[in-house]
């Protein structure tokens, strides 16, 4: 610690609050803490350039919102001697109060990049430079909305990357709207996976009703399924039988079809083994069952 000042909360300036991805349960939990124990560790701040004496805020975010949320009028701060800049690469270099999410690194080093190259930006970090490239793109691959709503804790950093980046760049309206209904009624990382491949799949008309509406689409697949399920269990393990052999019926007449196209004078010798290989496999595997149902037979009383 360089310099420990007792400050009020006006001579904070929150200049990156806005940069971090905000976590009301760790809040509260350290909140309880602080409660119990008072502040064990002090902010990160460097002076502001400014007339008046204030400090800008660079790490201890957290910690500042749960005195806030405390009532306290002062808190502990650890003043560096630093440009913003210099404090900045020091905390995301060494630490900070917690493991960056991955959003936040991504956030703060476009900040850094607007006055240094990604080189010096790496090399500060102890990090190469295509690891510092990468944070970059993530930041940039996503809206100003989606920023917002992965910071304020609205949706995960995986559901705005792998599913609403990629929706937007296809579609802005579709994930403007599926954001809003997300923020109404948040959906799990499994249901997001399902919808898009949903959507991926589906014509203009039903991508605009998943989007729409996400909770009747997964009312409408749970009834579907719950539907399959029960003519499943009415059909019992005939029913099952039954539409096994349907569809090993159906992919041995197909493959009846592939074999004037395969089995021609210029095949290669080794590309034929390896097929007629396969063919003997499956050929005793019928010749077993074939089997099977004749010791049935022979003990069937009728």
Wanted: net charge positive; aromatic share 6%.
């Amino acid at each position: 610690m360089e310099n420990v000042l007792h400050l009020e909360f006006h001579q904070l300036l929150t200049r990156f609050a806005s940069l971090r991805v905000h976590e009301p349960r760790r809040v509260q939990k350290l909140t309880r803490s602080i409660e119990r124990q008072g502040q064990l560790m002090p902010v990160v701040a460097v002076p502001a350039d400014e007339q008046e004496i204030r400090w800008i805020l660079i790490d201890g975010y957290r910690r500042w919102e749960a005195l806030r949320q405390l009532g306290k009028d002062h808190i502990w701060v650890d003043v560096w001697d630093r440009s913003v800049d210099e404090a900045l690469l020091l905390c995301l270099g060494r630490g900070a109060e917690r493991a960056w999410q991955a959003i936040e690194e991504a956030a703060l080093i476009e900040v850094l990049a607007r006055r240094h190259s990604l080189r010096e930006i790496a090399a500060s970090l102890g990090r190469d430079v295509s690891w510092v490239s990468r944070r970059l793109s993530l930041f940039q691959a996503l809206p100003a909305d989606l920023l917002t709503a992965v910071r304020q804790g609205t949706i995960s950093l995986w559901a705005a990357s792998r599913i609403l980046a990629p929706l937007a760049r296809a579609n802005t309206d579709h994930a403007r709207t599926l954001l809003a209904q997300l923020e109404q009624q948040p959906l799990s990382t499994r249901q997001l996976k399902r919808l898009y491949t949903h959507y991926r799949q589906a014509n203009q008309v039903q991508r605009e009703r998943l989007v729409q509406a996400p909770g009747l689409f997964f009312q409408a697949l749970d009834t579907q399924e719950q539907t399959t399920a029960a003519k499943r269990l009415a059909a019992g393990p005939e029913g099952a039988w039954y539409k096994d052999l349907t569809v090993v019926g159906q992919i041995l007449k197909r493959l009846q079809g592939q074999v004037p196209a395969l089995f021609t004078a210029e095949q290669v010798p080794e590309a034929r083994t390896r097929l007629q290989q396969a063919f003997a496999q499956m050929k005793r595997a019928f010749e077993q069952l074939e089997q099977a149902l004749d010791v049935v037979s022979a003990h069937d009383p009728g």
